[in-house]
Structures are given as structure tokens and as C-alpha cells.
């Protein structure tokens, strides 16, 4: 497994924490909605940069370098045809499955992945994202598939 920085480290502890303080103070769904609305502002923040004016699979290239410095290995892959600009992030390592036991979550994905793919959803509304392979369910590796109508100038 991948050795992560201490601030990594304190950082996914921190979101664990508070997403438990969450769900024993709201409950579960009422959780998970506050969290997807405070992510929305901060993928569509991050994201735009990378996917504006291009494919996704272009933008999610462009997007490797910033999540290797979180300690995953991605590989993206165009899976666009004439009316669909679709991608493939593939992660082989998640940085988070030392983590999560500690907080009393059955994976790591309810707290992050989850929570990221809806935040996208409702941050770029003609997107759509789904959890296809989850490294936590023993799977070999986290897929993630994003897609959006194709647009004139993306190719």
C-alpha cells in the first residue's frame, strides 16, 4: 500500500470525523444531502478548469496529476461516440480504505465516492456519473463512468 503525507493523512481523518458527527446528529440521508450540497460549490470549482471547452476524457487527463497528489492511481478512458463524451476514471489505489473502519462506515465510498459523483451531477447538470467497481466491495479496481451529450466543438 502507499505510504500518504501526515496533512493527507489528517485531512481524510478530518472528513471522516466530520461526516460522523453528521450522521449521528442528522442521521444518515440528512447527512449525506448536506455533504452533496457543500461538495457541489467545490467540484464545480475544481472541475470546471479541467472540463470546460473539452472532453471529458481530455479533461479528466488533465485532472491525473492532482489526484496522484492524493495518493490514487488513475487511468481515464475515452468511451465517447457521435452523440454521447463519455470517460472512464479508473483508480487502482484508494487512499482511503485504512481510514474508514475507524469512524464505523461499511467503505470508504459512502463518505467520499458516493458523495463526489452526486456532487458532480448537481455541479454540472447535463453530466451524469455512476460508481460502476468498488476497490472497498473487493473489486480490483474503483470505476467511475462520466457522461454528458456530446457537443459540437468537443471533437
Same mark, same amino acid.
Given at each position: 500500500m502507499k505510504?500518504?503525507?501526515?496533512?493527507?493523512?489528517? +485531512?481524510?481523518?478530518e472528513k471522516f470525523s466530520r461526516y460522523r458527527e453528521l450522521v449521528d446528529q442528522?442521521? !444518515?440521508d440528512a447527512a449525506r444531502e448536506e455533504s452533496v450540497v457543500r461538495?457541489?460549490?467545490?467540484?464545480?470549482?475544481?472541475?470546471?478548469?479541467?472540463?470546460?471547452?473539452r472532453t471529458l476524457a481530455e479533461g479528466f487527463r488533465k485532472a491525473v496529476p492532482f489526484f496522484e497528489k492524493s495518493g490514487m492511481e488513475m487511468e481515464?478512458?475515452?468511451? +465517447?461516440?457521435?452523440r454521447v463524451d463519455g470517460?472512464?476514471?479508473?483508480?487502482?489505489?484508494?487512499? &482511503?480504505?485504512?481510514?474508514?473502519?475507524? &469512524?464505523?462506515? +461499511?467503505?470508504?465510498?459512502?463518505?467520499?465516492? !458516493?458523495?463526489?459523483?452526486?456532487?458532480?451531477?448537481?455541479?454540472?447538470? +447535463?453530466m451524469r456519473g455512476a460508481v460502476l467497481s468498488r476497490l472497498a466491495c473487493? !473489486?480490483?479496481a474503483c470505476v467511475f463512468k462520466y457522461e454528458r451529450p456530446q457537443e459540437r466543438n468537443d471533437r
Open positions: 505510504q500518504h503525507s501526515e496533512e493527507f493523512i489528517s +485531512s481524510a481523518r442528522l442521521g !444518515d461538495s457541489v460549490a467545490i467540484q464545480k470549482e475544481r472541475m470546471t478548469p479541467f472540463i470546460s471547452g481515464v478512458h475515452d468511451i +465517447s461516440n457521435d470517460v472512464l476514471e479508473i483508480q487502482k489505489h484508494c487512499p &482511503y480504505l485504512g481510514i474508514y473502519r475507524d &469512524y464505523g462506515f +461499511s467503505t470508504p465510498c459512502e463518505v467520499i465516492c !458516493d458523495i463526489d459523483v452526486e456532487a458532480i451531477g448537481r455541479a454540472f447538470p +447535463s473487493g !473489486d480490483c
